[in-house]
Antibody, heavy 120, light 113 residues
């Protein structure tokens, strides 16, 4: 079964660093892009960026460029989203998603989401 | 970035009745390959989003045939032929023409009357 399993909820204080994960299984990890999507509390979906684990080619939405880092570790079929210094405005649910084919659209497989709460 | 505008934002529907959601894009999503790079997602309460429609009118695997997508260029529509109780949630359109500048619409909340 193809699935993406995300790491658990996090509660952090402003200024802390954080790395959340998205563990892929059931398919060839290096041949499909993986995207990250943000959903702030009570708000809509925002597309953050995408990575190709095969060669770590990474593309960021301009709104998130420089704010987060997307990475992947082929050896453990896991993608990551990380922050070096969290802000309260980073409080949100974060989803990873994979396209249904080798392209970079039609996100058919989604993780269950990781809730990040940043509060002093 | 391409702005995506959905209407209505709230949609109360009686079970068994049809429903329609409009999505307009700030520029044409019709690629030179002939496809419209427009997708529809449904986020049911407390769940992750799920893909309904891709390339404007292609139903994703496992999506009931009561869901259909149409349109081209800048105007798109998601139609549900007969709404069922399990269809409640927020529907989003998303343009995937410009990587990495993908953008979602604001969302349309479908509720049962």
């Amino acid at each position: 079964e193809v699935q993406l399993v995300q790491s658990g909820a996090e509660v952090k204080t402003p200024g802390e660093s954080l790395k959340i994960s998205c563990k892929a299984s059931g398919y060839s990890f290096t041949t499909y892009w993986i995207a990250w999507v943000r959903q702030m509390p009570g708000k809509g979906l925002e597309w953050m960026g995408i990575i190709y684990p095969g060669d770590s080619d990474t593309r960021y939405s301009p709104s998130f460029q420089g704010q987060v880092t997307i990475s992947a570790d082929k050896s453990i079929t896991t993608a990551y989203l990380q922050w070096s210094s969290l802000k309260a405005s980073d409080t949100a649910m974060y989803y990873c998603a994979r396209p249904h084919s080798s392209g970079w659209f039609a996100f058919h497989i989604w993780g269950q989401g990781t809730m990040v709460t940043v509060s002093s | 970035d391409i702005v995506m505008t959905q209407s209505p934002l709230s949609l109360p529907v009686t079970p068994g009745e049809p429903a329609s959601i409009s999505c307009r894009s700030g520029q044409s999503l019709l690629h030179s390959d002939g496809y419209n790079y427009l997708e529809w997602y449904l986020q049911k309460p407390g769940q992750s989003p799920q893909l309904l429609i891709y390339l404007g009118s292609n139903r994703a695997s496992g999506v009931p045939d009561r869901f259909s997508g149409s349109g081209s260029g800048t105007d798109f529509t998601l139609k549900i032929s007969r709404v069922e109780a399990e269809d409640v949630g927020v529907y989003y359109c998303m343009q995937v023409l410009q990587i990495p500048r993908y953008t979602f619409g604001q969302g349309t909340k479908l509720e049962i009357k």
